[in-house]
């Protein structure tokens, strides 16, 4: 993975899967705070709109890249077309990444290369080819960052949602070692770990083992939809506590509780908590 050429000065904050749920609420407050942006997600009509109303409210420069994440190529080509537009990014969110539920043989094995490919494989690409701009603006007395989304499913196995909390592990254990890394280098790595909040996550078709949505399944989704936390206002405290430099920011005091409770319980209990929190029959 290469940047070719002279690299462009770093301006702008780039936030991937910014076309709905926290990705959206995080580009809303940097535009918000006056940075310019380049949002990325495959829906172009969503990323366009989005892009008018934060040109409109905020008088930011916002660019929209559409892109799958998940191909092979996708991360190369995001930087080669950020390398093209002549736009260097001082902050990074890697924030687009989806679940699954049910037992692992419920889905096929594309959905789960794609969910790494995305979690995991495009997070540590873009990581990797934006830190050398990110490490010359640091030089040049800018303050760029990375901002990894993980999830409170770090913390845990996660029975039914296996592949899924595995994914968040690896976000959550790559972030703090960069966080450390990289404190001398000038560039302060966050890993937000929101709990259950309310996006388009949960509606997603790899949420739905059977591909079959009953009444009884609707009506436990909107007990669930009703408890989880706003995405404003995660997406808030990810911000600040992005801001402050926290190596890990968890929105909300039951989340802070139940992420750090399980490193008090033998992992045989934490796995089997899990297992009968995820379980809906
Ligand atoms: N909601 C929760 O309860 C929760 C809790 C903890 C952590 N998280 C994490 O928070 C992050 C954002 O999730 P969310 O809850 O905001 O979900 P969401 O509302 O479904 O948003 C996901 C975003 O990722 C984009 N995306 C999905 N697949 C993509 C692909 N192949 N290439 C590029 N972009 C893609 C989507 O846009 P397009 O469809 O337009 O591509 C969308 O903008 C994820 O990493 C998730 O794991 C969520």
Same mark, same amino acid.
């Given at each position: 993975m290469t940047l070719l050429g002279e690299q462009p000065a770093a301006t702008h904050v780039l936030i991937t899967g910014a076309s709905a749920g926290l990705g959206l609420e995080l580009a809303r407050l940097f535009a918000a705070d006056g940075c310019a942006l380049v949002l990325v997600a495959r829906n172009e009509s969503k990323l366009a709109a989005l892009a008018g109303i934060l040109r409109k409210d905020f008088e930011v420069d916002v660019r929209i890249i559409p892109a799958d994440?998940?191909?092979? %190529?996708a991360v190369q080509d995001l930087l080669n077309a950020l390398q093209e537009a002549s736009i260097g990014i001082r902050v990074l969110i890697n924030n687009a990444g989806f679940g699954s539920y049910g037992r692992?043989? %419920?889905?096929?094995w594309d959905l789960y290369r794609r969910m790494i490919d995305l979690n995991i494989t495009a997070l540590t690409g873009l990581t990797r080819g934006l830190l050398p701009g990110m490490i010359a603006c640091a030089n040049k007395g800018g303050t760029p960052g990375i901002m990894n989304v993980a999830s409170?499913?770090?913390f845990q196995p996660g029975p039914l949602m296996g592949v899924y909390f595995a994914t968040k592990s690896y976000v959550l254990s790559f972030s703090e070692a960069l966080h450390e890394e990289l404190k001398d280098a000038g560039v302060t790595v966050s890993a937000f770990c929101p709990g259950p909040t309310r996006t388009e996550f949960f509606r997603?078709?790899?949420?739905?083992?059977?591909?079959e949505i009953s009444e009884e399944h609707l009506a436990e989704h909107r007990r669930r939809d009703a408890r989880r936390m706003d995405a404003g206002a995660a997406a808030s405290v990810g911000y600040q506590g992005f801001l402050r430099g926290d190596a890990i920011v968890i929105p909300g005091l039951k989340n802070r509780f139940l992420a750090q409770a399980g490193r008090f319980l033998p992992r045989a209990v934490v796995r089997k908590l899990a297992f009968r929190m995820l379980k809906t029959d």
């Open positions: 994440l998940t191909r092979p %190529d692992i043989q %419920d889905h096929e409170t499913a770090a997603q078709d790899s949420m739905i083992p059977s591909g």
